[in-house]
């Protein structure tokens, strides 16, 4: 089955540029869609099909993927992006990523 | 805009057969969308559970096939999730989502109900 490998955490300091990856077998040959998830809340959808934000996610959310490895850049990040992220491709089922905490300090 | 809205019991008996449900507002589940579920244990990441399509085409996680059955009720604008034989492992909170028709991300969240299997 496929397996999607994240960081189990990443840090970044307030205003800065955070980077969260995910990496899968040919990963750049699936769409692969971001939720973030705040402690006690559902997940919300801040990147699909690997580039597109949907309507409300603010524009410092972008995402790429090429060859083994998507990534989640967060530029100026602020406090209230400290959440899990996880990361989501199709593969005759939808499989997740172990999601990556991102703490904002 | 689209609301859902899961219901159902919040402790179940092993062995038992979860059943919820998932109201669907603001959108007819016989537009072009897929309906599904996922779960997420106290403390650990996001589990997929399957999906449904009012055509009938159903997608389901092969660790969960044997046990999960996800189905529509246009009628009523909802749709339902079984799974059965539960145990401790089982015990979760359950999310319904709306999923892309084409490409399967998950673009509307319920807001979870949480579920635990104990005697």
């Known amino acids: 089955s496929y397996a999607l490998t994240q960081p189990p955490s990443v840090s970044v300091s307030p205003g800065q540029t955070a980077t969260i990856t995910c990496s899968g077998d040919?990963?750049?040959?699936?769409?692969v869609s971001w939720y973030q998830q705040q402690p006690g809340q559902s997940p919300v959808l801040v990147i699909y099909?690997?580039?597109k934000r949907p309507s409300g996610i603010p524009e410092r959310f972008s995402g790429s993927n090429s060859g083994s490895t998507a990534t989640l850049t967060i530029r100026g990040t602020p406090a209230m992006d400290e959440a899990d992220y996880y990361c989501?491709?199709?593969?005759?089922?939808?499989?997740f990523g172990g999601g990556t905490k991102l703490t904002v300090l | 805009q689209v609301q859902l809205q899961e219901s159902g019991p919040g402790l179940v008996k092993p062995s038992e057969t979860l059943s919820l449900t998932c109201a669907v507002s603001?959108?007819?589940?016989?537009?072009?969308?897929?309906w599904g579920w996922i779960r997420q244990p106290p403390g650990k990441g996001l589990e997929w559970i399957g999906i449904?399509?009012?055509?009938?085409?159903?997608y389901y996680n092969p660790s969960l096939e044997s046990r999960v059955t996800i189905s529509l009720d246009t009628s009523k604008n909802h749709f339902s999730l079984k799974l059965t034989s539960m145990t401790a492992a089982d015990t979760a909170v359950y999310y319904c989502?709306?999923?892309?028709?084409?490409?399967?991300?998950?673009?509307?969240w319920g807001g979870g109900t949480t579920v635990t299997v104990s005697s």
């Open positions: 099909e690997d580039t």
């Open positions: 040919k990963l750049g040959d699936k769409y």
């Open positions: 603001g959108y007819s589940i016989s537009s072009g969308s897929y």
């Open positions: 989501q491709v199709w593969d005759g089922s939808v499989v």
């Open positions: 989502a709306r999923s892309h028709y084409f490409y399967y991300h998950m673009d509307v």
């Open positions: 449904s399509y009012h055509s009938g085409s159903t």
